[in-house]
């Protein structure tokens, strides 16, 4: 489940039952914007992000047991995010819910961000 306040948060790709019978999940990862490290292309900082909680999706990807998913959350695009938002009130704070900050590419450690989220 990662730490309390970034847990891991994942797209499943695909599930399959093992020879043995187990059941297995392929997910790929995003990253939340404290797990960023890197060189933003075209600019900005990872620090500049106001709109709290974004992720970064990546190309980062494993295998896991099905048991290991606790449960499920969306990850919407940026102006669909800040429309919720903003017609639900500021007292909105639902953790099951992040928005696409950008991309992130954790072996090269290059950052591209969304359009519209550093300003």
Same mark, same amino acid.
């Given at each position: 489940? *990662?730490? $309390?306040?970034? &847990? %891991?948060? *994942? ?11 187990? @059941?297995?999940? !392929?997910?790929?990862?995003? %990253?939340? $914007?404290?797990? +960023? ?5 075209? #600019? ?9 909680? *974004? ?5 980062? %990807? =494993?295998?896991?047991?099905? !048991? ?6 969306? +990850?919407? !695009? /940026?102006? =669909? ?8 009130? &500021?007292?909105?704070?639902?953790? =099951? @819910?992040? %928005?696409?900050? #950008?991309?992130? =590419? &954790? ?5 591209? /961000? ?6």
């Amino acid at each position: 489940t *990662g730490r $309390p306040d970034r &847990p %891991y948060i *994942g797209r499943i790709h695909s599930m399959w039952q093992t020879s043995a019978g187990n @059941m297995k999940v !392929q997910v790929n990862w995003f %990253y939340h $914007p404290a797990e +960023v490290e890197g060189t933003a292309v075209g #600019g900005g900082r990872v620090e500049d992000i106001k709109t709290k909680g *974004g992720l970064f999706s990546s190309s980062h %990807y =494993d295998e896991n047991d099905v !048991q290991t998913i606790s449960h499920k959350c969306e +990850v919407r !695009q /940026f102006g =669909d995010f800040t429309r919720l938002i903003s017609s639900s009130g &500021p007292d909105m704070d639902n953790n =099951d @819910m992040h %928005y696409l900050a #950008g991309e992130y =590419d &954790p072996v090269e450690g290059t950052i591209g /961000f969304t359009q519209g989220v550093l300003g």
